[in-house]
């Protein structure tokens, strides 16, 4: 999920600090995070950081996990360990060799 969703705003609208007024200013910084507005911290003009609220950023964590969760490759979904391969329980089948029912007559 992009940034701008989960947060609900435009990355090029966000307020933008200079890294000197960003550290001479921090407090204000942290202020205008938490308050719900993420503010883009520069170097020589170029986006550096982005200070979020923490509100902010465990909203973006979860959707970042769900979102890595559903991606889950089966390789990655079969090495959890609460999944034992080695019972065989799991991979138990019958070892009849006719079938259980004979098949369906053909229509005539």
């Given at each position: 999920?992009?940034?701008?969703?989960?947060?609900?705003?435009?990355?090029?609208?966000?307020?933008?600090?200079?890294?000197?007024?960003?550290?001479?200013?921090?407090?204000?910084?942290v202020k205008a995070a938490a308050g719900g507005t993420a503010?883009?911290?520069?170097?020589?003009?170029?986006?550096?950081a982005v200070v979020l609220s923490a509100q902010a950023y465990?909203?973006?964590?979860?959707?970042?996990?769900?979102?890595?969760?559903?991606?889950?490759?089966?390789?990655?979904?079969?090495?959890?360990?609460?999944?034992?391969?080695?019972?065989?329980?799991?991979?138990?089948?019958?070892?009849?060799?006719?079938?259980?029912?004979?098949?369906?007559?053909p229509a005539p």
């Open positions: 999920m992009p940034l701008s969703t989960t947060l609900n705003l435009e990355y090029s609208a966000l307020p933008r600090w200079q890294l000197q007024d960003a550290k001479n200013r921090f407090s204000a910084l503010q883009v911290v520069t170097v020589h003009g170029v986006p550096a465990e909203r973006l964590l979860a959707a970042a996990t769900a979102s890595a969760v559903k991606k889950q490759s089966l390789s990655q979904a079969l090495s959890c360990p609460e999944l034992d391969l080695a019972d065989e329980a799991l991979f138990a089948r019958s070892r009849a060799t006719e079938p259980s029912e004979a098949p369906p007559e």
